[in-house]
Every structure is written in structure tokens, then in C-alpha cells.
């Protein structure tokens, strides 16, 4: 009887373990992902992408809140803030903070969803983290004092240290040639 009951609550936490997984949506790198928030201090919210057409990269929103990305080597996590100017916000991973946006000028600015001109934008509030090889779930709070608003970010490949090397090698024989001719 005791073996029946431990199986039953075996069998019971790997579906509540696997129904919060299912809550956090799976992204990619090199895509932007949109999200939304609500009061100070609120965690961050998915957002559908598809209602908004700017910025370098527009990728699938998730509603949920909550991403989970695997990398097989480093790379680095930016986010913006969008609309209005004056949003900050601190981001996860794996319930670890990674950093805080930098402070920006409160309503000086309004790009709208326009990622591009947000991130070239000194009024707006930016961060980013590098993260290193293996699997994250990443999040967000609100900072600000604003009550509504949206942001975007984005998870990029770092380039590989011997793609680096061979660049370094490519441009030093460059030099070499230019310099006997």
C-alpha cells in the first residue's frame, strides 16, 4: 500500500513540474520577443508580436511571461524599453537577477514599438547580461512608475572565440598586403 501511495505522489509532482514548464514559452536566439507590464514591481507578460511591425527583428510574442531558451555556447541578453521613455525593468535567469535597466528620461521620448529607434534612443532604458552554455528560463520585473507599457528583447549568439581569431588573422593580412603595396 505505502509503494502505491509513493508512486501516486511520485506521479503527481512530475505533472505539476511538467505543467509549469508548459506555462514558459520556448524561444530561440536572434529573435526579438516582446512583453508587457503592468505596476511597479509586477513580473513582466508576454505580448502577441504580430501587433507590432518595427524594429530590426519581429519575432513570436508569448503571452505567458515567462521564456525558456537552450544555448549551446554564450551569448548575451539585451532588452529596451518601448513607447514612452521612462520604463526599467530587471531580468532573470533561472530566478537569478542578471541585471537592471539603465535609467532613462521619463516620457522625453515615444518610438512606439519601433525597436530600432528605442534602442539608438538615449532616453530609453537598456540592459544586458551575458549568459553561458546550457538551459535558462528567463523573466522579468517592472521597475518603473508607470502602470502600463511595453518593452523588447532579444537573446544573440556570441561570435565563437576561433571565428574571432581567424577574422584577427584575416585583417592583419590585410594589413600586411596594403602595407607592401
Not at 537577477?97 to 516620457?107: A, F, N, P
Not at 537598456?126 to 521597475?143: E, H, I, M, Q, V
Request: glycine share 14%; charged share 15%; net charge negative.
Amino acid at each position: 500500500m505505502n509503494l502505491s501511495k509513493s508512486l501516486r505522489g511520485i506521479a503527481a509532482a512530475a505533472t505539476l513540474v511538467a505543467a509549469g514548464a508548459a506555462q514558459a514559452a520556448a524561444i530561440t536566439t536572434d529573435t526579438w520577443y516582446f512583453f508587457g507590464f503592468g505596476d511597479t514591481g509586477t513580473p513582466l507578460t508576454g505580448s502577441t508580436a504580430d501587433t507590432y511591425q518595427s524594429g530590426p527583428i519581429v519575432g513570436v510574442g508569448s503571452p505567458e511571461g515567462s521564456w525558456t531558451i537552450h544555448l549551446n555556447r554564450a551569448a548575451q541578453l539585451f532588452w529596451t524599453d518601448l513607447q514612452i521613455s521612462g520604463d526599467r525593468f530587471e531580468f532573470f535567469a533561472n530566478a537569478v537577477s542578471v541585471g537592471t535597466s539603465g535609467t532613462d528620461c521619463v516620457g522625453c521620448s515615444s518610438t512606439g514599438t519601433d525597436i530600432a529607434a528605442a534602442l539608438a534612443d538615449a532616453n530609453y532604458g537598456k540592459g544586458s547580461a551575458t549568459l553561458g552554455a546550457g538551459d535558462y528560463t528567463l523573466t522579468g520585473t517592472f521597475l518603473g512608475d508607470v502602470k502600463f507599457g511595453d518593452g523588447a528583447f532579444i537573446v544573440r549568439d556570441l561570435p565563437a572565440p576561433g571565428s574571432l581569431a581567424l577574422a584577427a588573422l584575416g585583417l592583419s593580412l590585410l594589413g600586411f598586403a596594403r602595407r607592401r603595396a
